[in-house]
């Protein structure tokens, strides 16, 4: 079993930086394997994926956080991260953490952290 706890969400002015984390435990030796993405839930909305890398690396974002958002991933720590810069009033909200394995079609997420982007 997976898990994964997120961490360095809170509350930022518009145009301030955050950092989440993603820390997988009970992986084994085998992080590398998943592909990794951030998704996040404002309220009354659907979830929606913010960002992604797979294991080789190959990224993808949301058409909104581009050129603002990183995501990026140490297999050696098992965690993978989102450097969020020119952060929006629109950005705020729940962002999760979910983890996937092609080979076993097995999907895992984390709790979740809040992003408030507020002046």
């Known amino acids: 079993q997976v898990q994964l706890a997120e961490s360095g969400g809170g509350l930022v002015q518009p145009g301030g930086s955050l950092r989440l984390s993603c820390a997988a435990s009970g992986t084994g030796s085998i992080f590398s394997i998943y592909h990794m993405g951030w998704y996040r839930q404002a309220p009354g909305k659907q979830r929606e994926l913010v960002a992604s890398?797979?294991?080789?690396?190959?990224?993808n974002y949301a058409e909104s956080v581009k050129g603002r958002f990183t995501i990026s991933r140490d297999n050696a720590k098992k965690t993978v991260y989102l450097q969020m810069n020119s952060l929006k009033p629109e950005d705020t909200a729940v962002y999760y953490c979910?983890?996937?394995?092609?080979?076993?079609?097995?999907?895992?997420w984390g709790q979740g952290t809040q992003v408030t982007v507020s002046s």
């Open positions: 979910r983890a996937y394995s092609v080979g076993s079609d097995v999907e895992y």
């Open positions: 890398i797979t294991r080789v690396g190959n990224l």
